[in-house]
């Protein structure tokens, strides 16, 4: 059974709150999330299942995605709007008026950004360090006959 893109979505929703993308059309929202998704895919390095092996127009992996898988999957695509979305300067010129843009210290904001990227990069190590450890079948590993 193959696992559709929108089960990743969820996982990805589940880790942003963005009013953005609720105004998005549904075109222009299923460009912006395979765009991340196939951008995060290259931080989920140690995945069992070839998640580089998908149907781009069934919008769907040609395997079966565990709930560990699914959730990484999720947090790669969050450090993948990360790094296209939070960090740019328009957003943070936008959110401040210009007055208050000029007092604010835009290294103080960067620095949070830096952080909360820091962090994620940390839970997503985390959930791969989980997840080789997850039923690996041992003997299989290291080449042994069963």
């Known amino acids: 059974m193959a696992t559709p893109f929108s089960e990743i979505y969820d996982a990805f929703y589940s880790n942003i709150h963005s009013y953005k993308l609720a105004l998005l059309d549904d075109n222009s929202l299923e460009e912006e999330l395979s765009q991340w998704l196939f951008g995060g895919m290259t931080y989920f ?24 898988e699914r959730q990484i999957l999720g947090k790669c695509m969050t450090m993948e709007y990360m790094n296209t979305v939070l960090m740019d300067e328009k957003n943070l010129s936008s959110a401040l008026n210009s007055k208050d843009y000029r007092t604010y210290s835009p290294a103080k904001q960067l620095e949070a950004l830096i952080k909360t990227k820091q962090y994620l990069m940390k839970d997503i190590d985390t959930l791969m360090s989980r997840y080789s450890y997850n039923t690996v079948d041992i003997v299989k590993l290291f080449g042994g006959n069963t």
């Open 45 to 68: 390095t140690i995945a069992r299942n070839n998640i580089y092996k998908f149907d781009k127009l069934l919008q769907e992996f040609c395997s079966d995605l565990d709930l560990l």
